[in-house]
């Protein structure tokens, strides 16, 4: 420390300054990202008479615990959950194993053609959404597969160009020798995929599923239109928030109970995501390739 | 002993006359599996792709109605015209382009500065980016629940604090501010991600060309301006367009915020294209209207990423090479 | 490692967060990516993933399943066992309301044998000859006689065609009614602002409502405290035609072909009577939203005047709390006839919800028991007996709950209202009719920008005409 020249204690403090402003920004942002989800979690433990009151109180009072009860029994809230899960989790399992190959095929495999089509993978990641979900519907409409499960798992085994191009990437950068060996042991393509690709791409694997998870766990539009009231997913039981108490067969809404089924609803993601994270967010670094 | 050597000799050479022998049919049976390997993908891109987009363009030009096959009618470029002749349409596109002139620019800069800032040094880095990235993790309705008790006009938290210094206040951030309000939710909801791209193509740029720069004498701002902007712009590239892409199509957050249901009509101002599109499908059981829609807006968003990749030319840095100088 | 295997394993980390970014920015994109392979390649065994919802089960192979949609609360699991248990022969199946869907299966061949339904779909549906003739049926029912139905039911008899809605063979059946258009009021808060308590035997003019209304709302700054009335905006196309007939005009040419409203002064101020109330804020409107819906907002007791019809006297039980169940009790909170525009008293049903057999059923006799039993038997009285609507037939009418002051008051009106409750509207065939219907969904849509001044209310009223005839355009190319 003593050794510092005037000119680098200069830099050093203003280096310190820099990063004390630094802090502040941060712990700023941080709180402005978090009051939105604190509120929500203090107001699911308001009583719907209390969240139309103003002005609104930051603590519950009384706690209405119940709201989660409510919650949970109000609707056949598992159901629903369970819809969810299956659907996430039947098309996550199809389109993570079919990316993955798909991508493996990109990345390793020659033929011709195949700049080509991979040209068309890339092209695909910029076609808007919206230019297929419609003319989809109405394909799958008049196949009657609508209100079905079908389109899930159809979408799931087309793979999802994304996620090829992720397994392709990520497939990319294993060592050409890992491949070499295994062909020398005489392994054709298939198994060198399922033995030794595959099995080495687990952080690959947890982010692409865990991503497809999230996005049909939070998918809206998919199943408010391709799905009837029975069949549909939290998110658009949620969305349409007709939590209303027994006997009303009107089905009108009641926000704090929502607000309680909507905290419980986000809990799988954020699980999955704190559980992955060090996957998702550091990926590639730790690629088993040891 | 022997044996073993013998053993050994056989099984390093056996593999190598394999090798050597077949590397023709090799050739092959490696195209064979290439097709094998995309071929859910290609089957997939064929029928769910191609065909619902052929079947797509021909029902543009008729009356579907989404139901009866019996009473279809060919309608000819009728749709087409009749969007041009739509005011809500024209309006429903403007407020929609006012949309992501808002919302891109504002994404980029805040998820560019929460990167940069998470870049320097900062010690608990982990702490912030996955804080930063939560609300994406969010699913969107949950989102739209949350932002709806805030943005309240009656008794929403905003308007409450504001009420401390000004009694009374009763803004309208559903309708009247509904496109800032709706920037502020995608912002907060999308910046993690913008944020962790961004990180990641910041750590990407080697120290010692930045430290050079300021040895050379420039100032920080010189280093940023010259240095880690230039070296940034394949990214901001390609996140500007898929800002785009995404604004362009914006749907579901002013329809979640309006009520939630497929006929739910946000306010005016956040009244998108999209928006528009899905209102005449499936309030007015238009489809055949609405996918002429559709298309248009299609056409639109591809003239709009061409526009930004034959400008890419002029801004766009691309780092030859660069990364690997600094070692 | 070696030097070029760590660079490759940086580069595609940084690839591997940008497309890990980018999954999750494509948030729709990731659902919906373009996808696979041809239902009849899918192998037959995979129907479990269309079959492993909950709640489907199989019939029994010798029993004929009857499909009705119809909400839950609505037709509930026990009433469903006691109708099996009754008919032994059928079995019924719930599904949800859902008229797209209903559709659907009827283009598959396969349609649901009972919609649920409200009056203003029937005139479309029995254009395209959707709804099974049931007369020859109720002709021999010793259930349902049609003297004995209420006159909401008209809007299920039809003698000729689409456009002759009111009288001969039946068609269909509400399963309870309302005159919709009763008022709800809360005496405290009209004591409050010094009104003069409102008559139970006296309907209000719309005038009179607005005046009560200026005198409710309670502002604090810009934030609206109380509120002074407000109605369900869904159905405001049927209020305006209800208004309008009963000054002898319609908000329809006599074929319903086109709609008349730009150059009709009297449906001009039908709408602007509605739009006035939103420009003063005594009303929901865009620029003044509520926190919750205005049966939450009258069951808080922030909202004084309610026109929201019979059916509420059991939604104001279970939407409010303790204090305010209290106040309901001791008949603070009271039903008023349904008031009248220009002193003309209409009848006050709009919404008639109701069931019809699917014509093209494959089992009409089984599917018209089940009909009949839910609109005659055990689930008829269950939904007489709840006070949350009037019965279907007249003889029923000695169920609804009549004890204690709230009760007493509310059927007191109610009787009186029973009176003027033969007229019907007719609605428009060329037309949906959900809720809300095509109208007022485009006056929702326009309202805002007439609000904001942004556009003057005659190019709102343009902008509703011509987009609704386009809307009728469209039906009659879809019926014709």
């Known amino acids: 420390m003593s050794a510092l020249s005037p000119v680098q204690r200069r830099d050093s403090r203003r280096k310190r300054i820099r990063q004390g402003f630094a802090y502040v920004i941060l712990y700023v942002t941080a709180f402005l990202l978090a009051v939105p989800i604190i509120w929500v979690i203090l107001s699911s433990f308001k009583a719907e008479s209390e969240y139309v009151k103003y002005p609104p109180q930051v603590l519950p009072n009384p706690f209405v615990w119940d709201n989660y009860v409510h919650a949970l029994t109000w609707i056949p809230f598992f159901q629903f959950a369970w819809n969810s899960t299956f659907l996430a989790t039947v098309f996550s399992t199809l389109t993570v194993v079919t990316s993955a190959m798909v991508g493996f095929a990109f990345a390793r495999l020659e033929a011709p053609g195949k700049g080509r089509l991979f040209g068309i993978v890339v092209s695909l990641l910029m076609v808007p959404a919206i230019v297929t979900i419609i003319p989809q519907f109405v394909l799958f409409a008049r196949l009657h597969l609508t209100n079905t499960y079908w389109p899930w798992v159809l979408w799931g085994v087309s793979a999802s160009p994304f996620h090829i191009f992720l397994f392709r990437q990520f497939f990319t950068g294993v060592p050409k020798e890992l491949e070499d060996a295994a062909e020398v042991d005489g392994a054709g393509p298939f198994r060198i995929f399922w033995q030794i690709f595959l099995p080495n791409a687990q952080p690959a694997l947890a982010t692409s599923f865990i991503l497809n998870f999230v996005g049909v766990w939070g998918d809206w539009l998919a199943p408010i239109i391709y799905l009837d009231v029975k069949k549909t997913t939290l998110a658009v039981k949620l969305a349409t928030a007709t939590y209303s108490n027994p006997g009303d067969p009107t089905s009108q809404i009641l926000v704090t109970i929502t607000l309680a089924a909507a905290v419980i609803y986000t809990i799988p993601p954020v699980v999955m995501f704190f559980l992955a994270q060090r996957n998702i967010m550091e990926g590639v670094v730790t690629t088993g390739l040891k | ?327 | 490692m070696n030097e070029s295997l760590k660079q490759s394993m940086r580069m595609s980390r940084r690839d591997f967060l940008r497309v890990t970014g980018l999954t999750v920015a494509g948030g729709v994109l990731v659902a919906c990516a373009p996808a696979a392979p041809p239902p009849a390649a899918v192998p037959a065994a995979d129907t479990s993933a269309a079959q492993s919802t909950p709640g489907t089960s199989a019939p029994a192979a010798d029993k004929i399943e009857v499909q009705m949609m119809m909400n839950g609360p609505e037709f509930t699991d026990a009433e469903i066992d006691i109708f099996q248990e009754k008919n032994p022969g059928i079995i019924a199946n719930r599904l949800d309301p859902d008229t797209t869907r209903y559709f659907a299966m009827l283009a598959a061949g396969n349609p649901p044998d009972i919609l649920r339904l409200q009056a203003p779909q029937f005139p479309q549906l029995l254009a395209r000859k959707i709804p099974l003739n049931l007369q020859p049926f109720i002709d021999v029912s010793e259930l349902v006689h049609v003297e004995d139905l209420a006159p909401a039911n008209n809007y299920y008899r039809s003698g000729s065609d689409a456009l002759e809605i009111g009288d001969g063979d039946v068609y269909g059946m509400v399963k309870d009614w309302s005159p919709d258009m009763t008022l709800w009021a809360n005496l405290d808060l009209i004591e409050e602002a010094g009104l003069p308590a409102p008559s139970f035997d006296e309907a209000m003019t719309y005038q009179d409502v607005r005046l009560y209304a200026e005198k409710l709302v309670k502002f604090e700054g810009d934030r609206t405290v109380n509120r002074g009335f407000d109605t369900n905006q869904p159905w405001i196309e049927r209020f305006w035609m209800v208004w309008l007939e009963g000054m002898g005009n319609s908000l329809f040419s006599d074929d319903f072909k086109e709609m008349q409203l730009v150059k009709n002064d009297e449906a001009r101020e039908a709408v602007a009577w509605h739009f006035d109330l939103s420009t003063d804020k005594l009303s929901i409107s865009p620029s003044n939203p509520s926190p919750s819906w205005f049966g939450q907002d009258f069951a808080t007791g922030t909202l004084g005047l309610l026109q929201f019809g019979f059916w509420y006297s059991g939604g104001i039980e279970v939407w409010s709390d303790d204090a305010m169940k209290e106040k309901t009790a001791a008949g603070r909170i009271v039903m008023l006839p349904s008031p009248t525009w220009k002193g003309v008293k209409r009848g006050p049903t709009i919404t008639a919800t109701g069931t019809i057999v699917t014509a093209a059923t494959k089992h009409p006799e089984e599917a018209y028991r089940l009909f009949e039993w839910y609109n005659a038997e055990e689930a008829a009285d269950n939904r007489a007996k709840s006070g949350w609507g009037v019965p279907a037939l007249k003889s029923k009418y000695a169920m609804i709950p009549k004890e204690g002051a709230y009760r007493s008051q509310v059927w007191g009106v109610l009787e009186k209202e029973l009176k003027d409750a033969e007229t019907i509207v007719k609605f428009n065939p060329f037309l949906a009719g959900g809720e809300p219907g095509e109208v007022a969904s485009l006056y929702a849509q326009f309202m805002e920008q007439t609000l904001n001044g942004d556009i003057t209310f005659d190019e709102m009223l343009e902008k509703i005409e011509t987009q609704t005839n386009t809307a009728i355009q469209d039906g009659i190319d879809r019926i014709l």
């Open chain 2, 1 to 327: 002993m022997a044996t073993t050597y013998s053993k050994t000799t056989l099984s390093a050479n056996k593999p190598r006359r394999w090798f050597w022998q077949r590397t023709h049919t090799r050739r092959i049976t490696r195209s064979i599996a290439f097709y094998a390997f995309i071929s859910p993908w290609l089957i997939g891109f064929v029928l769910l792709g191609i065909i619902p987009l052929a079947v797509g363009i021909l029902a543009s030009f008729t009356n579907y109605d989404g139901i009866n096959v019996e009473t279809v009618k060919w309608l000819g470029s009728r749709n087409y015209s009749r969007v041009f002749n739509d005011s809500e349409a024209i309006y429903a596109f403007q407020r929609t382009l006012l949309w992501s002139a808002l919302n891109v620019p504002i994404w980029l800069v805040v998820s560019f500065t929460l990167a940069l800032i998470l870049n320097q040094g900062i010690k608990a880095r982990g702490f912030f980016r996955t804080l930063f990235y939560l609300p994406s993790i969010i699913p969107v309705v949950a989102v739209v629940w949350a932002w709806r008790l805030l943005l309240d006009p009656n008794n929403g938290v905003l308007n409450a604090i504001i009420s401390i210094f000004r009694p009374g206040t009763a803004i309208l951030w559903t309708t009247e501010y509904a496109l800032p309000s709706l920037t502020a939710i995608s912002v907060w909801k999308g910046a993690g991600v913008g944020m962790v791209i961004f990180l990641a193509g910041l750590q990407g740029i080697p120290r010692e060309l930045e430290e050079a720069a300021v040895i050379d004498g420039a100032t920080r701002l010189r280093v940023f301006l010259h240095v880690t902007i230039p070296l940034m712009t394949p990214v901001i590239f390609f996140q500007l367009i898929l800002g785009i892409i995404g604004s362009l199509q914006q749907f579901d957050l002013p329809v979640l915020l309006a009520g939630g249901r497929i006929g739910s009509v946000p306010p005016r101002a956040t009244y998108f294209y999209v928006v528009h599109t899905m209102q005449q499908i499936f309030t007015f059981s238009r489809f055949g209207y609405g996918l002429a829609l559709m298309w248009l807006l299609f056409v639109v968003i591809v003239i709009f990423t061409v526009i930004v990749f034959r400008t890419s030319r002029y801004w766009v840095y691309y780092e030859v090479e660069a990364k690997g100088e600094g070692k």
